[in-house]
């Protein structure tokens, strides 16, 4: 007998914020029996956390080779915030009678918050818990996490904005003979895209060489390398392929272009700004398969993720196979939106958080009008679990266990012709 159940609700659907918005909700504790309690206390937390081991072998004082394993870590806080929403701890004991109890919250997030991020050996995330502080006896604890979006516009990075062409280039020897060249060229319009977008491709394959292209293969990667700061400082990369393509074949003497299109999921922005242990970048890793005894080539093109699409590029119409992952957004001609940055605004009808999106300059007058408000999309990277080491084996779980974080992910209109760059 005790917590019959227990909810954190949030003042948005989606239980995703952007940094320097205001969390505010409410916990329903309900019990099946009068409880005594010294207080309820709620927490938030931010913070990352990198672990992993190596295994090396060590030579002991007899001499004899043995594994030896290290246990790495790091860790960084940015914020926690702690409150009593009933009694204090000094509080003299209250007892709660049978039934549903209400108590709002509110917490104001800091400004220069990373992006949540769940990877294979760290993540970056935000949590309540909430705690029944009950006198003489084990504290009950119920956990919920929930995503936090920094914010990145790349209408103000001006590198991401220019077309990018990858030059491989390669001659062949067999024997005596030396061919002509294998020339594969790949070019995309930008290098900066948002998740829900389309990547446009193009590949020209001059192949006066005598081998033959088997395929040409192009993989959208995630490339994550994360740092520890305990017992020492150390890095591990890990590179995810989050989708790819494949063309081909282009026999020798033969020479064709190719016109493809990868489509972004829902991704957290590059660089995971202002979290030092754990760096995120993206990139287009390009392989030339060829035929026979040689090396492939390959090359690699970087993408920038942000939050905010250009406002000046339009992505191609997708293929009519692909079904949508969210409902398709009106979008008008977006030539004539002004460069700003992204304001987290106030949200309407009396909801929070990321339904109170907008977009506006840096002194908040104008907005982006032509830019469709996206939706929020889980990412297939989930958490195992989001306990951790300050939390008990009785800590109760609120929501899914394998939380997935959320992010800003569009849908432009399909109907819309693709711009000509």
């Not at 002991?60 to 790495?72: A, I, M, P, Q």
Request: proline share 10%; charged share 20%.
């Amino acid at each position: 007998m005790g917590i019959k159940g227990c909810e954190i609700q949030l003042d948005n659907p989606w239980n995703t914020y952007y940094a320097g918005q205001t969390v505010n909700g409410q916990v329903k504790i309900t019990f099946d029996a009068p409880k005594k309690v010294r207080g309820i206390i709620i927490r938030f937390l931010g913070e990352a956390n990198t672990e992993w081991s190596e295994t090396r072998s060590v030579t002991n004082s007899e001499g004899k080779t043995e594994d030896e394993t290290e246990y790495l870590k790091g860790h960084e806080e940015y914020f926690q915030i702690q409150y009593y929403l009933l009694g204090g701890k000094n509080s003299a004991e209250i007892e709660l009678p049978a039934g549903t109890h209400t108590y709002p919250f509110t917490c104001a997030l800091p400004p220069t918050l990373p992006s949540s991020f769940e990877g294979e050996f760290g993540h970056v995330r935000y949590t309540i818990k909430v705690t029944l502080d009950r006198p003489w006896k084990f504290d009950q604890d119920m956990k919920m996490a929930f995503t936090v979006i920094a914010p990145v516009d790349l209408n103000l990075n001006p590198r991401v904005k220019e077309p990018f062409k990858l030059d491989l280039e390669k001659t062949f020897c067999c024997f005596c003979c030396r061919s002509g060249p294998l020339q594969v060229i790949t070019s995309v319009p930008v290098t900066g895209y948002v998740s829900g977008q389309i990547v446009p491709i193009t590949c020209e394959c001059d192949n006066a060489s005598n081998v033959t292209i088997n395929s040409v293969k192009f993989v959208l990667r995630k490339r994550v390398t994360f740092h520890t700061t305990q017992p020492r400082r150390e890095k591990k990369e890990s590179k995810i392929t989050i989708s790819e393509l494949s063309i081909g074949p282009v026999s020798n003497g033969e020479s064709r272009t190719f016109n493809q299109q990868l489509e972004v999921p829902p991704l957290p922005p590059t660089n995971l700004m202002n979290c030092g242990i754990i760096a995120l970048d993206y990139d287009l890793h390009i392989e030339c398969e060829v035929s026979g005894p040689h090396r492939n080539l390959t090359g690699n093109i970087p993408i920038t993720l942000g939050t905010i699409p250009l406002a000046s590029f339009k992505p191609p119409v997708p293929y009519t196979d692909v079904p949508a992952q969210v409902a398709p957004q009106q979008q008008d001609d977006p030539s004539s939106a002004p460069t700003a940055a992204c304001s987290p605004a106030s949200p309407p009808n009396g909801a929070g958080g990321a339904l109170g999106w907008n977009v506006a300059d840096s002194a908040g007058a104008q907005l982006y009008p032509n830019i469709p408000p996206p939706q929020f999309v889980e990412t297939k990277f989930k958490a195992p679990k989001i306990t951790g080491q300050d939390d008990s084996e009785h800590t109760k779980i609120i929501g899914d266990g394998n939380f997935a974080p959320r992010y800003p992910t569009f849908q432009f209109n399909p109907s819309a012709p693709a711009a000509n760059f």
